[in-house]
């Protein structure tokens, strides 16, 4: 009960004000078919040293870095995180910020808030940013639904070059409403095919990812006019690697009215999975149907600046049933770690890593055409791309892990169509002598 410390008493005064006899009548409301009969099946307790050491053991047994070179991405990318920002993340101040309803005691919060949303909006080039969401995946689902109410149409279209994972979270979000996704399909470049784009009726939004799931680089100033050529019609850009728009146009500056995304890649480690931060950003017309909340500036009565809760559309707040969202928090800590990382970096940093980043990308598919593994799209690509590898690469796969390499994501589970293909990633964390060593145990 180290945790817990009711007493006993306490246990049975907070019982009787709400009128159970027992523990067991406390939840005799939840139907038998839910609950769980028999004991857990749990070891022995250990100590606190023998439990760091398993926990060690059972690190020890996962393939990742830095004890592994790992090429793969598909959604979660290995960065080095600048110190500075893992620093000054651990202090009170922000590691223990809740949620910032008052105004007068959470200046800092809110700034930090404000901060992230100024330096969103300049990264993707959009008017308004919300304060970030759970991760990439709902964002566009979120997304989605925010073009169906700013067009009252009840059907949206998403590329099947969009993440796979992206794509199943936005079939669970419309499968109670009525609402229709349909899919459109992958060119042979690797970009996604917009040309049965006027056959499919009216659609409230369309969305596309750039990168994509396969690091192709759509063409998005040209599918914003094909978007765009019917007025009403919506244009959603998503995307995996932020770090891409170092480089490449922001989503406003090619057309986009949404830019939803994953910012794992901002000072974020992967920690296996999660957390994630959802990044959120419209045009201004958009606003009132946007998710989430935003942070204002203003002055008070005073003059002095001043850092507000501007809109929440959440259920949480007035709006209620009608909230645009049921989204009821944001990440805030992954908020301010990439706040951080964007402002640590600057926008000459973000340019020069995102360089990086495609340049050891293409190395790696040049040496691999050289050795006879080509990429069976021709798009260019960022920093993760597609290789088709001989017959029986999965043993090979399996002996590389042997030796401490992770060479790329097996295609096969989510595109039937590209079972003998791998996608492969390499980030500023994967050296030049570790992706030569990669070439030659393949050309083997």
């Given at each position: 009960?180290?945790?817990?410390?009711?007493?006993?008493?306490?246990?049975?005064?907070?019982?009787?004000?709400?009128?159970?006899?027992?523990?067991e009548?406390?939840?005799?409301?939840?139907?038998?078919?839910?609950?769980?009969?028999?004991?857990?099946?749990?070891?022995?307790?250990?100590?606190?040293?023998?439990?760091?050491?398993?926990?060690?053991?059972m690190?020890?047994?996962?393939?990742?870095?830095?004890?592994?070179?790992?090429?793969?991405?598909?959604?979660?990318?290995?960065?080095?995180?600048?110190?500075?920002?893992?620093?000054?993340?651990?202090?009170?101040?922000?590691?223990?910020?809740?949620?910032?309803?008052q105004?007068?005691?959470?200046?800092?919060?809110?700034?930090?808030?404000?901060?992230?949303?100024?330096?969103?909006?300049?990264?993707?080039?959009?008017?308004?940013?919300?304060?970030?969401?759970?991760?990439?995946?709902?964002?566009?689902?979120?997304?989605?639904?925010?073009?169906?109410?700013?067009?009252?149409?009840?059907?949206?279209?998403?590329?099947?070059?969009?993440?796979?994972?992206?794509?199943?979270?936005?079939?669970?979000?419309?499968?109670?409403t009525?609402?229709?996704?349909?899919?459109?399909?992958?060119g042979?470049?690797?970009?996604?095919?917009?040309?049965?784009l006027?056959?499919?009726?009216e659609?409230?939004?369309?969305?596309?990812?750039?990168?994509?799931?396969?690091?192709?680089?759509?063409?998005?100033?040209?599918?914003?006019?094909?978007?765009?050529?019917?007025?009403?019609?919506?244009f959603?850009?998503?995307?995996?690697?932020?770090?891409?728009?170092?480089?490449?146009k922001?989503?406003?500056?090619?057309?986009?009215?949404?830019?939803?995304?994953?910012?794992?890649?901002?000072?974020?480690?992967?920690?296996?999975?999660?957390?994630?931060?959802?990044?959120?950003?419209?045009?201004?017309?958009?606003?009132?149907?946007?998710?989430?909340?935003?942070?204002?500036?203003?002055?008070?009565?005073?003059?002095?600046?001043?850092?507000?809760?501007?809109?929440?559309t959440?259920?949480?707040?007035?709006?209620?049933?009608?909230?645009?969202?049921?989204?009821?928090?944001?990440?805030?800590?992954?908020?301010t770690?990439?706040?951080?990382?964007?402002?640590?970096?600057?926008g000459?940093?973000?340019?020069?890593?995102?360089?990086?980043?495609?340049?050891?990308?293409?190395?790696?598919?040049?040496?691999?055409?050289?050795?006879?593994?080509?990429?069976?799209?021709?798009?260019?690509?960022?920093?993760?791309?597609?290789?088709?590898?001989?017959?029986?690469?999965?043993?090979?796969?399996?002996?590389?892990?042997?030796?401490?390499?992770?060479?790329?994501?097996?295609?096969?589970?989510?595109?039937?169509?590209?079972s003998?293909?791998?996608?492969?990633?390499?980030?500023?964390?994967?050296?030049?002598?570790?992706?030569?060593?990669?070439?030659?145990?393949?050309?083997?």
């Amino acid at each position: 009960m180290r945790y817990l410390p009711h007493t006993e008493e306490d246990i049975q005064q907070m019982l009787q004000v709400v009128g159970a006899t027992d523990l067991e009548a406390l939840f005799s409301s939840i139907p038998d078919d839910c609950r769980r009969k028999d004991e857990m099946n749990l070891p022995e307790p250990l100590t606190e040293w023998e439990l760091n050491g398993h926990m060690d053991c059972m690190a020890a047994s996962m393939g990742a870095p830095p004890f592994y070179k790992v090429f793969m991405g598909a959604g979660s990318y290995h960065h080095y995180i600048p110190e500075i920002t893992r620093q000054l993340l651990l202090r009170s101040e922000f590691f223990t910020a809740y949620t910032p309803y008052q105004p007068e005691i959470s200046q800092g919060t809110l700034q930090t808030i404000y901060e992230y949303q100024t330096l969103v909006c300049r990264l993707l080039g959009m008017d308004v940013a919300n304060a970030s969401m759970y991760d990439g995946a709902s964002g566009l689902a979120e997304a989605l639904l925010m073009t169906i109410r700013a067009t009252r149409r009840k059907k949206v279209a998403v590329s099947r070059a969009v993440h796979p994972m992206y794509r199943k979270v936005v079939e669970t979000y419309f499968a109670p409403t009525g609402f229709e996704v349909v899919e459109l399909p992958v060119g042979a470049d690797g970009r996604t095919d917009l040309s049965g784009l006027s056959d499919l009726g009216e659609l409230a939004g369309v969305a596309l990812q750039s990168p994509n799931f396969f690091g192709c680089i759509e063409d998005l100033e040209t599918a914003g006019k094909v978007i765009h050529a019917d007025k009403k019609t919506l244009f959603v850009t998503a995307f995996s690697e932020p770090l891409a728009y170092g480089l490449l146009k922001s989503p406003g500056a090619c057309g986009a009215d949404i830019a939803c995304g994953e910012g794992q890649s901002f000072g974020i480690p992967q920690s296996f999975g999660g957390p994630g931060l959802g990044m959120f950003a419209a045009n201004q017309k958009y606003v009132r149907t946007m998710p989430g909340r935003l942070i204002g500036k203003t002055t008070d009565r005073d003059g002095k600046t001043g850092f507000v809760l501007t809109l929440a559309t959440r259920e949480q707040h007035i709006r209620r049933e009608k909230a645009t969202s049921n989204i009821c928090s944001n990440q805030g800590l992954c908020a301010t770690a990439a706040t951080m990382y964007m402002a640590s970096l600057g926008g000459t940093g973000i340019r020069e890593l995102s360089r990086l980043n495609r340049d050891r990308a293409e190395y790696l598919k040049a040496s691999l055409a050289k050795a006879g593994h080509t990429s069976p799209f021709s798009a260019p690509t960022f920093n993760e791309f597609v290789v088709r590898f001989p017959d029986g690469f999965a043993d090979t796969w399996q002996a590389l892990l042997e030796k401490k390499i992770v060479a790329g994501l097996h295609l096969a589970p989510y595109y039937p169509e590209l079972s003998d293909c791998w996608l492969m990633c390499v980030t500023e964390t994967i050296s030049k002598t570790a992706i030569d060593a990669l070439v030659k145990e393949v050309a083997k």
